[in-house]
């Protein structure tokens, strides 16, 4: 499971984490409980497509 | 700000305000989002008016009329390139 950053941001206080999800059975969808705590600047989030830095995944 | 600044900017922050309503819908406690998500439309509500007030209406049906004939069918069509900005080089940095 990747893990995401876990550092605290600084000037916010503001702690990402990702909910640990202990896999039950197989071939059950999980979807992890993640907190956001850094964005993008606003252009670039319109630019990116999400203003989530953790959904932007581009195919390069 | 000129027209295409207010209005790329409009457009930043709404797109802005939809994403954080989709994290707040399944985050409704986090209240670092809810006063980002309240500041963003604050300011584009500030920048709907403005725009609304400088150049012309961005809605057929809730946007105050100037003057006295109706703006909306003087002023460019939402889909015609006037009423619309570009993407361009220093916005991708």
């Known amino acids: 499971m990747r893990i995401m950053n876990t550092e605290m941001n600084i000037d916010t206080g503001c702690i990402p984490f990702e909910e640990y999800i202990k896999v ?3 071939a059950f969808a999980y979807v992890p409980s993640q907190k ?12 990116n497509g999400t203003v989530f830095p953790s959904l932007y995944k581009p195919y390069k | 700000m000129d027209k295409n ?7 930043v922050l709404d797109f802005i305000a939809v994403d954080l309503q989709l994290y707040l819908d399944t ?19 500030m920048l709907r008016m403005k725009y609304e007030e400088l150049i012309g209406p961005l ?10 004939t109706f703006k909306w069918v003087e002023t460019p069509w939402p889909w015609q390139p006037s009423a619309n900005f570009n ?7």
């Open chain 2, 5 to 11: 600044q207010l209005l790329k900017r409009l457009t």
């Open chain 1, 24 to 26: 039950e059975e197989l």
């Open chain 2, 59 to 68: 809605y057929s049906f809730r946007s105050a009329n100037m003057g006295d």
């Open chain 2, 87 to 93: 993407i361009n080089e220093e916005d991708n940095k």
């Open chain 1, 36 to 47: 956001i705590c850094s964005y993008f600047e606003p252009m670039e989030s319109l630019v």
């Open chain 2, 27 to 45: 985050h409704p406690d986090d209240t670092e989002a809810i006063d980002k998500y309240n500041s963003v439309i604050k300011e584009a509500d």
